[in-house]
C-alpha cells in the first residue's frame, strides 16, 4: 500500500489569500486525485493528476481556481487560490494502484477554514 | 445526480450486533465496489471490495453482499465493536469521460457503536 504525506494538517486563513498543498507519496504512481470532504459530508473529486501532462478537472471546478503541479511521480501540490469562508473544507490527496486504479489511498487531509 | 445512493445515513449498533449498510448505484458502467472506513481526523481507508462477478465476499467480520440485477450492494459488520465507530462511504468506480478510472461515492454512513 502506497503512504500519503499531506502538509499542512490544517491551516487558517484570511479570505483573498491563497493555500498551497503538498502530497508526497512513497512511491512512483501513474494517478494523483484531489478530493474535497466538507464537514460530514461525502468525497468529491476536484481534479486528476498525471505526470507530465495538464490536470483534468471535474465539473464545477477550474484550474484558476485550484491550479495543480505534478512536476514527478511522487509529488503533487493543490492551491486553493482567492480563497473565501465557502472553500473551507477537507482536501484529500488520493493515489490509485492496482489495475485500473482500483486500489486507492488517501492522505490524512488538510482541514482549512477561511475566514 | 448522485451515482451512488447510500443508506443509511447514521446507524447505532449495540456491541455485538450486526451493522447493515446499503448502497445502491445507477451507471451499469461501475465495476468495481469498494468500501471505505473513516476515523475523525483521518482520510478514507480502503476496508474491503467487491467485483460484481461475485455475489458476496467476506473478510473477517466485514461482507460484501452484491445483487447484480437489483445494481445494490451492501456491507454487514458482524458482532460490532465500540472500535467500528467510524464513518463508512460505499463506492463504486469506472471509467470515466477523461478516460480513467474514478471513485464515485455515496454520502457516507455515520456508525456509532454502543457498549
Known amino acids: 500500500s502506497a503512504v500519503i504525506s499531506q502538509k499542512p494538517s490544517r491551516d487558517i486563513c484570511q479570505r483573498g489569500t491563497s493555500l498551497t498543498i503538498q502530497c508526497q507519496v512513497d512511491?512512483?504512481?501513474?494517478?494523483m486525485f484531489w478530493y474535497r470532504q466538507q464537514p460530514g459530508q461525502s468525497l468529491t473529486l476536484i481534479a486528476t493528476?498525471?505526470?507530465?501532462?495538464?490536470?483534468?478537472?471535474e465539473s464545477g471546478f477550474v484550474i484558476d481556481k485550484f491550479p495543480i503541479s505534478r512536476p514527478n511521480l511522487t509529488f503533487s501540490t493543490l492551491t486553493v487560490s482567492n480563497m473565501s469562508p465557502e472553500d473551507s473544507s477537507i482536501y484529500l490527496c488520493?493515489?490509485?494502484?492496482?489495475?485500473?486504479?482500483?486500489?486507492?489511498?488517501f492522505g490524512q487531509g488538510t482541514r482549512l477554514t477561511v475566514v | 445526480q448522485q451515482q451512488v445512493k447510500q443508506s443509511p445515513q447514521s446507524l447505532i449498533v449495540q456491541k455485538g450486533g450486526i451493522s447493515i449498510i446499503n448502497c445502491a448505484y445507477e451507471?451499469?458502467?461501475?465495476?468495481?465496489f469498494p468500501w471505505y472506513q473513516q476515523f475523525p481526523g483521518k482520510g478514507p481507508a480502503l476496508l474491503i471490495a467487491?467485483?460484481?462477478?461475485?455475489s458476496e465476499k467476506k473478510e473477517g467480520r466485514f461482507t460484501i453482499s452484491f445483487n447484480k440485477s437489483a445494481k445494490q450492494f451492501s456491507l454487514h459488520i458482524m458482532d460490532s465493536q465500540p472500535g467500528d465507530s467510524a464513518t463508512y462511504f460505499c463506492?463504486?468506480?469506472?471509467?470515466?469521460?477523461?478516460?480513467?478510472?474514478?471513485?464515485?461515492f455515496g454520502k457516507g454512513t455515520k456508525l456509532s457503536v454502543i457498549p
Open positions: 488520493s493515489v490509485g494502484q492496482g489495475i485500473m486504479n482500483t486500489e486507492a489511498f
Open positions: 512511491s512512483q504512481v501513474t494517478m
Open positions: 493528476a498525471n505526470q507530465g501532462s495538464e490536470a483534468t478537472y
Open positions: 451507471n451499469t458502467a461501475f465495476d468495481y
Open positions: 467487491i467485483r460484481p462477478d461475485v
Open positions: 463506492a463504486a468506480t469506472g471509467l470515466s469521460g477523461a478516460g480513467s478510472y474514478q471513485l464515485t
